[in-house]
């Protein structure tokens, strides 16, 4: 069974910034893309940024020039570090990670920002 556990949310004042971390832990031999998505009281879930095993990255319009996504493959880890907040990006992010056609979801962690 493959577990994921997102850390790193909170509650951020606009213009500051927090880091997410999701590591994944199970019994699998690699994992394939994993990416970070939102969801805000109302609205769908959205993609904010997806990273291969390669290190190639992709990122929504709306986070580009202010998210960073990277992984660890040695710890089988992504990050998002978020910088210059702002209070339409407050919503619950979840990672994702892909094991060929088989993919796993965190629970999500709150990000909250404040103006």
């Known amino acids: 069974q493959v577990r994921l556990v997102e850390s790193g949310g909170g509650s951020v004042q606009a213009g500051g910034s927090l880091r997410l971390s999701c590591a994944t832990s199970?019994?699998?031999?690699?994992?394939?893309?994993m990416g970070w998505y939102r969801q805000a009281p109302g609205k769908q879930r959205e993609l904010v940024a997806l990273?291969?095993?390669?290190?190639?990255?992709n990122y929504a319009d709306s986070v580009k020039g202010r998210f960073t996504i990277s992984r660890d493959n040695a710890k089988n880890t992504v990050y998002l570090q978020m910088n210059s907040l702002k209070p339409e990006d407050t919503a619950v992010y979840y990672c994702?990670?892909?094991?060929?056609?088989?993919?796993?979801w965190g629970q999500g962690t709150q990000v909250t920002v404040s103006s």
């Open positions: 994702n990670a892909h094991f060929g056609a088989i993919t796993y």
């Open positions: 199970g019994s699998f031999f690699s994992i394939d893309d």
């Open positions: 990273i291969t095993i390669g290190g190639s990255t």
